[in-house]
C-alpha cells in the first residue's frame, strides 16, 4: 500500500502500477486536492511449494484473496483510502458497487487478471490508459 497526498494544491499526475508486469504502468491518474492509495496482492504475498498467496486474508473464509490483484481509492478522505482500498479487494462485484455508493466522495479502480472490474465514473474521466 502507498499512500499520497497533494499538499501543493496544483495538479498532479500519479501511476498505477501494472500489477502483472511491474515494469509498466497500467494507468495514470491526474489529481489536484486528493489523496490515492492502492492495495493489491501482487506486492506483498508468500510462497508455499512454489504457489504465491496474497498477505490480504478474507475473513469470512480465512483464505488468501485470491481474484481481485489490485485497488486504487481516491478520495479527500485520507483515512478512508486504506479502509476503502483494501475492502474493495475483498468484496465480490456487488457488493463492491454497494461500497461505493455509500462512499460516493470517494472513486475506485479496481483490476483483477489485469483487467479492469471496476472503475468509478471520476476515475473514468481522470485516468489515462
Known amino acids: 500500500m502507498f499512500n499520497l497526498i497533494n499538499i501543493i494544491h496544483k ?22 486536492n486528493l ?9 506483498r504475498f508468500f510462497e508455499l511449494n512454489g504457489e504465491q498467496f496474497s498477505h490480504i486474508i478474507n475473513p469470512f473464509t480465512l483464505t488468501p484473496v485470491k481474484k481481485i490483484i489490485s485497488s486504487t481509492v481516491i478520495s479527500a478522505d485520507m483515512i478512508l483510502l486504506d479502509v476503502l482500498a483494501t475492502a474493495l479487494v475483498l468484496a465480490s462485484c456487488d457488493f463492491r458497487e454497494a461500497i461505493m455508493k455509500i462512499f460516493s466522495h470517494s472513486d475506485a479502480l ?14 473514468a474521466k481522470l485516468i489515462d490508459i
Request: negative net charge; charged residues 20%.
Open 11 to 32: 495538479p498532479f499526475s500519479i501511476g498505477i502500477t501494472d500489477p502483472v508486469n511491474k515494469e509498466y504502468i497500467f494507468a495514470k491518474i491526474a489529481l489536484t
Open 35 to 43: 489523496g490515492v492509495t492502492t492495495s493489491g496482492t501482487y506486492e
Open 110 to 123: 479496481v483490476i483483477e487478471n489485469n483487467k479492469i472490474v471496476f472503475c468509478s465514473e471520476k476515475i
